[in-house]
């Protein structure tokens, strides 16, 4: 155990040493003088949202200023300002504080027309990604890329952190369960930043048609793979945090269950719990919370169950993975089984085998074990697409005695 002890503290010591010997990071956009040039004398969409900055500039007010013209703003999913809360229906319109056109990507218009993109000679995509397949900005992308593809447009990705790119877990999606929140057969953690998941995308001829985008991206510098990497400005309504960043992979599959991870309270994705819940200690009280939760699960209703913060910063970081315990735990305890899961958690889950293996009482080693073959040649494909130095520290500590 004292041998066990050493080599963790050495861990933890090692991962502060490589992390502050990083050069400054500088990401895609910063780098102007890359992909400025590009822009010069075109009409440009860009799809942009309120992680799209420089410094504490917004990427739009930078590139006006540089007499770039911009014609149209696509929006993704929560809006081009990020004030809607998931799954709100946003409208087209123009935006106030600029003027310009503003087209939602999120509803049933998920994929520019022929008409949006008729004037315009170039795409431009920045947006921070969270690194979790159910996170729909890949989604747009995805569509972005096609009708960039079906369009002869050609696109400009700026490359931004995966703030959860040190590490690869969860059941690859079987394509038969394919939504808008898991359009690609990879895991639930695919650990690639934007600006790989689009080369993967067009490497695997994942476009409708196998088309190709005529695509660029403008990788960083000075980022790895096992940086941890705090994301400035939050990225949706519902992950204000670095917990609840790394608590999302896990905690979202909750969604497609008769349980509330946090909506309309101080603490969305760090939490997990029910009225009634027989396990746990933490109790949260869901309110409705306007451009973040308008209806929350179990609104003014008090709830029962766990709060995960301390994990995040604690185990999390030692031997970080797509964490079914919980989910294993809550319906074993559960007293309603028949209603624990809804329609929801297979689209999430990427198959219907987890929650037929969770109901059927396989263990956490065993459902994992299930994965591992097509997670295995998931990661030989992903390291073709890699732009950055890949995590190299092996999280996987285990004590003599194991």
């Not at 799809?47 to 930078?62: P, R």
């Not at 939760?293 to 709060?307: D, H, I, Y």
Request: glycine fraction near 6%.
């Amino acid at each position: 155990m004292f041998e066990y002890k050493k080599l963790l503290c050495f861990f933890i010591i090692s991962s502060y040493l490589i992390a502050s010997a990083q050069p400054k990071l500088l990401l895609g956009a910063e780098q102007t003088n890359l992909y400025l040039p590009l822009l010069k004398g075109k009409k440009i969409a860009m799809v942009v949202n309120q992680t799209s900055t420089i410094g504490s500039k917004h990427l739009i007010d930078t590139l006006r200023k540089l007499k770039v013209e911009i014609s149209i703003i696509f929006a993704p999913e929560h809006g081009f300002r990020g004030n809607h809360g998931a799954g709100v229906h946003i409208k087209s319109g123009k935006d106030l504080q600029t003027g310009l056109k503003v087209i939602s990507l999120y509803g049933e218009h998920k994929k520019p027309t022929m008409e949006d993109l008729k004037d315009i000679q170039l795409v431009l995509f920045d947006i921070q990604d969270v690194g979790a397949r159910f996170y729909t900005y890949i989604s747009t992308l995805h569509y972005i890329m096609e009708a960039c593809a079906a369009y002869n447009k050609p696109l400009i990705v700026l490359d931004r952190p995966n703030p959860n790119g040190f590490y690869v877990d969860g059941p690859v999606l079987d394509t038969g369960f394919r939504s808008f929140v898991g359009m690609h057969p990879v895991p639930v953690i695919h650990g690639l930043t934007i600006g790989e998941y689009a080369n993967m995308i067009n490497g695997e001829k994942w476009l409708k048609d196998t088309l190709t985008c005529k695509l660029i991206v403008i990788p960083m510098k000075g980022y790895s793979h096992y940086l941890k990497y705090e994301l400035p400005i939050k990225p949706s309504p519902n992950l204000p945090t670095v917990a609840s960043v790394h608590l999302y992979p896990s905690l979202c599959l909750f969604e497609g269950t008769n349980y509330s991870v946090g909506r309309g309270t101080k603490k969305p994705f760090e939490c997990v719990g029910k009225p009634n819940n027989t396990i746990g200690d933490y109790q949260f009280l869901p309110k409705p919370i306007m451009g973040e939760a308008e209806n929350p699960p179990f609104k003014n209703e008090t709830c029962k169950g766990f709060l995960l913060t301390d994990y995040s910063t604690e185990l999390f970081l030692i031997e970080p993975k797509l964490n079914i315990d919980w989910l294993i735990a809550m319906y074993e305890a559960d007293a309603q089984k028949q209603t624990f899961f809804t329609s929801f958690f297979d689209k999430l889950a990427g198959n219907d085998s987890l929650r037929k293996q969770i109901m059927s009482g396989i263990p956490e080693k065993q459902i994992r074990a299930s994965w591992q073959p097509k997670l295995d040649a998931y990661k030989r494909m992903r390291m073709n697409y890699l732009l950055y130095e890949d995590f190299t520290v092996i999280y996987q500590i285990k004590t003599p005695n194991e």
